[in-house]
């Protein structure tokens, strides 16, 4: 059974910098493109970044040159690294991975970006 755990979720202050993790079991994980989204109370939800199977990474306008998304396969883990977060970064964050046309979801962590 495929399942996606996210952690790392927080308060932090604008400026400030957290790093969430999604770690994947029941998958073979390095096979997988995983992507980070996110959602904020009454919006939709946003696609943030893409991390391939070779570890190509492509990001968001919004998030671009803040955050790093990056993977260790040995861990089954991909991370994004936010940093200078800003007061509209606040939402649930969520990992996805597909397999065989499914969509697979964490269940989020939560970042809110408050002073």
């Known amino acids: 059974q495929v399942q996606l755990v996210e952690s790392g979720g927080g308060l932090v202050q604008p400026g400030g910098s957290l790093r969430l993790s999604c770690e994947a079991s029941?998958?073979?994980?390095?096979?997988?493109?995983v992507r980070w989204y996110r959602q904020a109370p009454g919006k939709e939800r946003e696609w943030v970044a893409l991390?391939?199977?070779?570890?190509?990474?492509t990001y968001a306008e919004s998030v671009k040159d803040r955050f790093t998304v990056s993977r260790d396969n040995a861990k089954s883990t991909v991370y994004l690294q936010m940093n200078s977060l800003k007061l509209e970064d606040t939402a649930l964050y969520l990992c996805?991975?597909?397999?065989?046309?499914?969509?697979?979801w964490g269940q989020g962590t939560q970042v809110t970006v408050s002073s």
């Open positions: 996805h991975v597909q397999l065989f046309g499914r969509d697979y």
């Open positions: 991390i391939t199977s070779t570890s190509e990474t």
């Open positions: 029941g998958i073979i994980f390095e096979t997988r493109y």
